[in-house]
């Protein structure tokens, strides 16, 4: 919605590496999420990104351009556990706050 | 600390009727923010309240409302239950400043017949 855009599917081998691009129109505010959801669950905080550049957290990573609208994911060495949607929420509504999300990406890790 | 939790889990309606669902937030967040996701429209924003005041709404008809109460406890209301309305109801707590990272309740499941 709004103008965010996700792959809907992506299909990745255990142990390899896998980007989810997340592509949005600009607000003129910073911040955005990235959030993990497992089927039949909640989505759950995976990382945030306020300035430009890439954030590292373990496995995951996350990277940032503002001016160009556009984050990507990065998952290194997945895992079958990894199999989940992803789902970016960029900065929006008055004060920029991220309550729309992008569709979400469907990531399946196979053995 | 305690996580965010939502009653009840699962609910069956029929078109017409209405329905409550009930939010309560981690301890010491002040805003609830209320979704509807469903697979064809996935996760759709539909109001936050914060100090019990709506502070942002999504796109979606007069049919859904909430509020707040003073413990930050949040309610959601469907009037007039529609079949589309069969779909996750999820609400996420928040220290309600802007930016922030929303926690996200395991949802209430609706179906509609």
């Known amino acids: 919605g709004q103008n965010i855009d996700q792959p809907t599917e992506m299909t990745a081998t255990e142990g390899a590496i896998v980007q989810i691009n997340c592509t949005y129109q600009t607000s003129g505010f910073n911040g955005l999420f990235w959030y993990q959801q497992h089927a039949g669950e909640a989505p759950t905080f995976l990382s945030y990104n306020v300035l430009d550049g890439l954030e590292e957290k373990g496995r995951f990573s996350s990277f940032l351009s503002r001016s160009k609208g556009y984050s990507y994911l990065l998952l290194k060495e997945l895992q079958m556990k990894d199999s989940a949607s992803y789902l970016c929420a960029p900065p929006r509504g008055n004060y920029g706050q991220n309550f729309v999300f992008g569709p979400g990406t469907r990531l399946s890790v196979l053995p | ?113």
């Open chain 2, 1 to 113: 600390k305690a996580g965010v939790t939502q009653t009840p889990r699962y609910l069956i309606k029929t078109r017409g009727q209405q329905v409550t669902l009930s939010c309560s937030p981690i301890s010491g967040h002040r805003s609830v923010s209320w979704y509807q996701q469903t697979p064809g429209q996935g996760l759709q924003f539909l109001f936050e309240y914060f100090s019990e005041t709506q502070r942002n709404k999504g796109n979606f008809p007069g049919r859904f409302s909430g509020r707040q109460f003073s413990n930050s406890r949040s309610e959601m209301n469907v009037s007039t239950l529609e079949l589309g309305d069969s779909a996750l109801y999820l609400c996420a707590s928040s220290s309600g400043q802007a930016q922030e990272t929303q926690y996200f309740g395991p949802g209430t499941r609706l179906l509609v017949l």
